[in-house]
Each structure stands twice: as structure tokens, then as C-alpha cells.
Nanobody
């Protein structure tokens, strides 16, 4: 049974930082590209960042480029999202996802096979 469990969300003031983690189990983690998506109330889910199986390649949404960093530790079956210079518009539920098919990285939600339950990030102004 595949499980993706996010943690590390919380409440932070604008300009602050958070690090979200996603621990995977029930799959061969190094076979999967990993991604982070987010969804704010009343809005559609949007791509945030993705990282290739080896960690050699990554991709970011323009809205977070230069502020967020995605990384992974294949020995720990964990992917991270370091979020710096947070803005109120970053407030959302953040989901991690695992993609078996893509050989590099993908920003397309439909490419992902497994999803976590989400962690809430709230940025106050």
C-alpha cells in the first residue's frame, strides 16, 4: 500500500520560512519523480515544484521560483519543499505526489500516480 505523508506546514508571518516534508512508503522511491502541488480555497490545484528520480533535475512554477527549493533524500524516501520569503498568496494546502512514468519532471497533475493527504500552509500579512 503506497502512502505519502506530508508534514511541516503551519502558520507563519509574511517573509518567513517553512520546510514541508513528504515521507513515502510502499513504493520504490527512487523510481518516482516527485512533485509538490497546492490548492487554495476556491481555486484550482496548481503546480509548485517537481524533482526527477535522481534529484538531478527540478522544475518550478514561476510564482515560487527563487523562493522555494525542492529536494529529495532517496535513502530516507523523503522529498522536501523549502519555502522562503513566504507571501500571503502562498497560503494553501500543499500536496506531494509521485510520478512513475515521467523520466524527468512534470508539472502536469494527471501524470502523477499517488498523492498525499496534504499539509496546510498559512501565511499571515
Amino acid at each position: 500500500q503506497v502512502q505519502l505523508v506530508e508534514s511541516g506546514g503551519g502558520l507563519v508571518q509574511a517573509g518567513g520560512s517553512l520546510r514541508a516534508s513528504c515521507a513515502a512508503s510502499g513504493l520504490t522511491f527512487s523510481y518516482y519523480a516527485m512533485g509538490w502541488f497546492r490548492q487554495a480555497p476556491g481555486k484550482e490545484r496548481e503546480f509548485v515544484a517537481a524533482i526527477a528520480r535522481s534529484g538531478a533535475n527540478s522544475l518550478y512554477a514561476d510564482s515560487v521560483k527563487g523562493r522555494f527549493t525542492i529536494s529529495r533524500d532517496n535513502a530516507k524516501n523523503t522529498v522536501y519543499l523549502q519555502m522562503n520569503s513566504l507571501k500571503p498568496e502562498d497560503t494553501a494546502t500543499y500536496y506531494c505526489a509521485a510520478d512513475f512514468k515521467t523520466t524527468t519532471v512534470s508539472a502536469t497533475a494527471d501524470d502523477y500516480d499517488y498523492w498525499g493527504q496534504g499539509t496546510q500552509v498559512t501565511v499571515s500579512s
